[in-house]
């Protein structure tokens, strides 16, 4: 794991998310959420709420993937997306 992971998973496992299971995975941060949320939501609100929280992260950013989960539901999300992440089709 590097350090930015490192730095990523302290701060959502200490921002008081009842229900929400955050750990690590081979490429980033895998986010298990209660079946009730709204993932909609939470794409939507994803880039700006990220943003404010990557304030506090003095290391140097490299790419994270993010991994949501509902139990019904998933999506995944790149912070920090490199080249070959952009010219998917």
């Given at each position: 794991m590097n350090l930015y992971q490192q730095k990523w998973l302290n701060i959502l496992q200490n921002a008081n998310?009842?229900?929400?299971?955050?750990?690590?995975?081979?490429?980033?941060?895998?986010?298990?959420?209660?079946h009730v949320t709204?993932?909609?939501?939470?794409?939507d609100i994803l880039p700006e709420t990220l943003a404010a929280l990557s304030l506090d992260i003095e290391v140097p950013k490299s790419r994270l993937k993010f991994h949501f989960h509902n139990g019904y539901e998933n999506f995944e999300y790149i912070l920090n997306p490199k080249?070959?992440?952009?010219?998917?089709e």
């Open positions: 998310l009842p229900g929400w299971d955050i750990k690590p995975l081979d490429d980033g941060i895998y986010v298990e959420m209660p709204d993932l909609k939501l939470i794409r080249d070959v992440d952009l010219n998917k």
